[in-house]
């Protein structure tokens, strides 16, 4: 069968890429302000047009993506990024539409609220999809197009992904404000070995930390893992053990009312670098992705610049 590109319209796959991202016709029509069955109907033609199934109907799970599916989902998807950022660049003067970004799940506390605030600021018109994603999550997403730019930790990500280094962030231990080593300039990791890890427990994040002891021959003891930040920090705070981390809140205390003092530690570790990860295929960037991290640089530069080093007994 032969398919003329203009018996597929953008109405049709518009309305498959909302439907596949949502898993459901009844949420898509709801975001689109349509009926329900104009979603169906329109995706039933595009697939007799293309002659595969693209989407399974389950009553119970909803929409379920074929394999044909899952690869029309990521050419959609381009192109409509790519149709929507050819007609922005007629109107140079204004930048609107939505751009689909993922950060890193504990860079966004820190970074987002201003980088939406700022974006909103020099274009209003530009919407930001979030997706919060672990350093595992990233390369995948870019892949499949759900992103088009991700802030995140240079952690494992894959060859495929072309990176630019925002920033570095460098480990320091965390204990709670009346713990013996909270008046310390410095502590080892032979110190901290002997006192129970209360560890961001995050895929690749997870290794990160332990292998700052294992790569000095050191075995930790880990008491308690977490996935939440704030988890962690609220724990060391109540004195349930040390934790290792990169980011540093600007607030004192945490959801427990306990406060956390830093401490630098003594050997070599590696720090972590705060990165813009974009697909490396060739592809050039919209001009909403090349906005959204113009914001990042500028907001991490900014936040680097501003942060003044602190007594290692100060809390944080």
Not at 232 to 239: E, L
Request: aromatic letters at 6%; hydrophobic letters at 45%; one cysteine or more.
């Amino acid at each position: 069968m032969t398919i003329r590109r203009r018996d597929i319209s953008l109405t049709q796959l518009a309305y498959f890429v909302e439907s596949a991202e949502r898993g459901s016709m009844t949420a898509a029509a709801e975001e689109l302000f349509i009926a329900q069955s104009a979603i169906s109907t329109a995706i039933s033609h595009l697939e007799q047009q293309l002659g595969v199934r693209l989407l399974i109907r389950q009553r119970a799970k909803g929409l379920q993506l074929t394999a044909a599916g899952e690869d029309f989902l990521q050419r959609a998807r381009q192109i409509l990024a790519e149709l929507d950022d050819a007609v922005a660049s007629v109107h140079s003067e204004s930048l609107s539409g939505r751009v689909s970004v993922g950060c890193f799940r504990t860079l966004a506390p820190f970074f987002l609220p201003t980088l939406v605030r700022d974006l909103g600021e020099r274009a209003p018109g530009l919407h930001v999809d979030v997706t919060e994603l672990t350093a595992h999550e990233v390369a995948p997403a870019l892949a499949a197009h759900r992103i088009e730019v991700a802030l995140t930790y240079d952690l494992g990500l894959h060859a495929t992904v072309r990176l630019e280094t925002l920033a570095q962030v460098p480990l320091y231990a965390a204990v709670a404000q009346d713990h013996p080593l909270a008046g310390r300039e410095a502590v080892s990791l032979a110190e901290l070995a002997t006192e129970p890890l209360v560890l961001l427990d995050l895929p690749l994040s997870r290794d990160y930390f332990l292998r700052t002891f294992t790569d000095h021959g050191l075995q930790p003891t880990v008491r308690y893992r977490f996935e939440s930040y704030e988890a962690v920090r609220a724990m060391v705070a109540m004195g349930h053990g040390f934790t290792l981390l990169n980011q540093q809140p600007k607030i004192e205390s945490t959801y427990s009312g306990g406060s956390l003092y830093h401490i630098p530690i003594i050997e070599q570790t590696r720090s972590l670098d705060i990165v813009l990860a974009w697909n490396d295929d060739g592809a050039l960037p919209t001009r909403r992705a090349r906005a959204f991290a113009e914001a990042c640089r500028a907001v991490i530069a900014g936040s680097t610049a501003s942060e003044e080093p602190s007594s290692p007994t100060s809390p944080v």
